[in-house]
């Protein structure tokens, strides 16, 4: 019933329609449209027509489909010859981050043109023209013009995106990569149309599309397509159809009336798209220098042991292998010994200085993981804590394949330093060290198809900034930040494991006597330093601490002192002097107590929780020394009324003397009265303080004390 208002004015208008389809929803009053959609053809005979609400019966659709792979672009009609998808792969094997973005842009324009051509075509009157000879002359111009709009544009990109890199003096590889095949009509960008293409681009986009025409200066092509290159995979992201229908994806309509986006991994769609080589040394530059040993990779070497370099470019595009090797070592069936990978080294002319660089535009994605053998030591003074743990990398090295059926296992000091290794380091770190008993803790697995694993153990002093606003009801969250010294993110990448367990790991027998590790996630960092870019992880280590310790030294003992203040009150009137003493020393004990409760924290500019509790103890306390001082005060000068009323009892009046006694009596109940009061105030105050401390001070935000200091 929701939906008849929208549709009651619309029920007439389709009677003659074979079926109305708005945004998201379609009526359909025909047999063979049901059959299409696959539904019962018999629902016509009890209605006169049927509304389907796709967002309603697709709500077990994912609100996304994900195309990932060659088969499936295949499918989608992504080729070499028909499709310029994957065209920022066909120069490196990881496309930058700004060339992404820049596709993307020409990826929207092409799209706004291609619409706005359509469109254009779609307001000529249909009463000038007729159909059997106007029409097929328009689409044939229209596709014609839309085909080499795109293709011309794609020059562009392609010439920006050269002289970006490398200057204009590789123009006859990117007129090679330029060239278009079209299944409809051919039009080949080669060297003989280069330089009419790039003197007429921009007339042309002028004159034969309407959105770059003079009406449409200064506007911007809408986002229909978005690439997120911040991803460890380039990500697609097509949310209208138009768009699929401009780009010519072989994706029906009704697609995206089931879902709302469609997305493309662009790493595994264009797997199959092999970059250029990197160049090898050239050693006839260097005549009459006397070299020693390989310098860089040899391409030739490489083919020569049997790397596929097709096949190869396809997994490093995806290297699904690398970030499950954990799971291959724990079923291999024994190793060999370090020296087999000698003969490797020198057949395949190995350079250990060099990165395992193959392809143009590729980093090496090294994976990462850590196992916490043991956390200790956190020092709130210091801000710093110990750890030991097992670092593991893991990295593929085309150069060390072999054709053993057993992983090598490398486990001396002077076979590893003739093999690549990344450059980790721990960015806050105070400390850091090899354990070396009873050798140096390392070892190095390579298998057959030149998978690395590398494990080592260290000891760190990591430093961790604690907000002790809460203490010691804080929660803190401590950092490990793993950074490449060296190597630009361009060069070496840094990953976790996807598994969150062989990412991060811990012992489970590791207890810490105050925090305790309450959960740990992986996750990245800020990559810039001021000398470049460098990869970055971040293990993130959600702490809580353990108030037990806290209840018994400061909580109860302190809770105590203030009770035994309160004996005062109680006390017949004859010890009235003795309240004071009992009140100073329960200030010297808070005193004790807080000195001893702060000797282990850092000095900081801002409250903390425990300063509240102390702070509102010993005020406490003190309220209870003046209120003494006022009771005594009282009895006091009740005291003097009452001699005076003897003394003079001659000298004084019947009336004068009864009002001097009715005066010390009343300095005397107002001093009982203020007693009694407090007898109450005294548990009542402090119970609604623990309900206000324990419910409101020790909740909320870490770092409230520190962003409310920052604000004033």
Not at 413 to 439: C, G, M, Q, Y
Request: overall charge negative.
């Amino acid at each position: 019933m929701q939906y008849f208002e929208i549709f009651q004015n619309q029920m007439n208008a389709t009677d003659s329609d074979p079926s109305w389809t708005i945004s998201g929803i379609e009526i359909v009053n025909t047999k063979e449209r049901l059959e299409e959609l696959k539904l019962d053809t018999n629902l016509l005979d009890q209605y006169r027509k049927i509304i389907i609400v796709f967002e309603e019966i697709c709500k077990n659709y994912p609100r996304e489909l994900w195309f990932s792979t060659v088969e499936d672009a295949r499918q989608l009609g992504i080729t070499k010859t028909d499709s310029f998808i994957c065209d920022p792969f066909k120069d490196e094997l990881h496309p930058s981050e700004e060339k992404l973005q820049q596709f993307e842009q020409l990826l929207n324009e092409i799209v706004q043109n291609s619409t706005s051509t359509l469109n254009e075509l779609s307001t000529i009157p249909n009463d000038n023209i007729t159909f059997e000879t106007v029409t097929p002359i328009t689409l044939s111009k229209n596709k014609s013009t839309e085909k080499e709009y795109r293709k011309r544009s794609l020059v562009r990109y392609l010439r920006k995106a050269s002289k970006e890199d490398s200057g204009n003096d590789e123009s006859d590889e990117i007129l090679n990569l330029a060239s278009v095949d079209s299944k409809d009509d051919s039009l080949y960008l080669d060297k003989d149309s280069w330089t009419d293409t790039q003197e007429d681009s921009d007339e042309v986009i002028k004159k034969e599309t309407p959105a770059a025409s003079d009406d449409h200066k200064g506007l911007k092509a809408p986002v229909v397509i978005k690439i997120d290159a911040g991803q460890q995979q380039a990500r697609l992201i097509i949310n209208k159809w138009e768009a699929v229908k401009a780009l010519h994806l072989s994706i029906a309509k009704h697609v995206f009336e089931r879902h709302q986006l469609i997305g493309l991994f662009l790493d595994g769609i264009c797997a199959d798209f092999v970059p250029s080589a990197v160049d090898e040394f050239n050693a006839t530059e260097f005549e009459g220098v006397d070299i020693e040993g390989p310098i860089g990779l040899n391409i030739t070497t490489l083919s020569l042991s049997g790397v596929n370099l097709t096949e190869l470019a396809e997994k490093l595009r995806n290297d699904t292998e690398v970030d499950i090797i954990l799971n291959r070592t724990m079923s291999e069936n024994g190793t060999l010994g370090g020296s087999f990978i000698l003969p490797v080294l020198q057949k395949n002319k190995y350079d250990p200085f060099s990165a395992p660089i193959v392809f143009q535009g590729s980093a090496v994605v090294v994976r990462f993981g850590i196992y916490i053998e043991s956390m200790s030591n956190f020092q709130t003074s210091t801000m710093d804590y110990d750890m030991d743990i097992f670092l593991m990398m893991a990295w593929r090295d085309a150069r060390l394949v072999n054709p053993y059926e057993k992983a090598i296992l490398v486990k001396e000091e002077e076979i590893l330093e003739k093999i690549w290794r990344p450059d980790p380091f721990f960015a806050n770190a105070k400390e850091a060290s090899f354990h070396e008993v009873t050798f140096l803790n390392f070892l190095m697995r390579i298998y057959n198809d030149g998978l690395v694993l590398y494990e080592t153990r260290i000891k760190l002093k990591p430093s961790c900034n604690l907000v002790l606003c809460k203490y010691p009801h804080d929660r803190q969250t401590c950092e490990l930040k793993i950074k490449s010294f060296a190597y630009p993110i361009k060069t070496v990448r840094f990953e976790w494991f996807s598994n969150k367990r062989d990412a991060i790991d811990k012992n489970p027998d590791v207890t810490l006597p105050e925090l305790y590790i309450h959960r740990y996630e992986p996750t990245y960092c800020e990559r810039t330093r001021k000398s470049g870019h460098f990869s970055c992880l971040k293990a993130i280590f959600r702490l809580k601490r353990d108030v037990g310790f806290h209840i018994a030294q400061t909580y109860i003992p302190t809770s105590l002192a203030l009770m035994f203040s309160w004996v005062g009150v109680w006390l017949p009137e004859e010890f009235m002097e003795g309240r004071i003493g009992v009140a100073i020393t329960v200030l010297l004990t808070l005193s004790t107590e807080s000195a001893g409760a702060r000797e282990h924290l850092p000095s900081v500019s801002y409250m903390k929780a425990i300063d509240l509790w102390f702070g509102f103890i010993t005020a406490f306390v003190f309220i209870t020394l003046l209120q003494t001082l006022i009771v005594i005060a009282l009895d006091k000068r009740a005291k003097q009324l009452r001699k005076s009323a003897a003394k003079k009892k001659s000298e004084l009046t019947e009336q004068s003397r009864e009002l001097m006694l009715a005066r010390a009596e009343q300095y005397h109940k107002r001093g009982r009265y203020l007693d009694n009061f407090c007898r109450l105030f005294y548990p009542l105050g402090f119970l609604i303080f623990l309900i206000a401390y324990y419910f409101v001070f020790t909740e909320g935000r870490q770092n409230d004390c520190v962003v409310t200091g920052r604000q004033t």
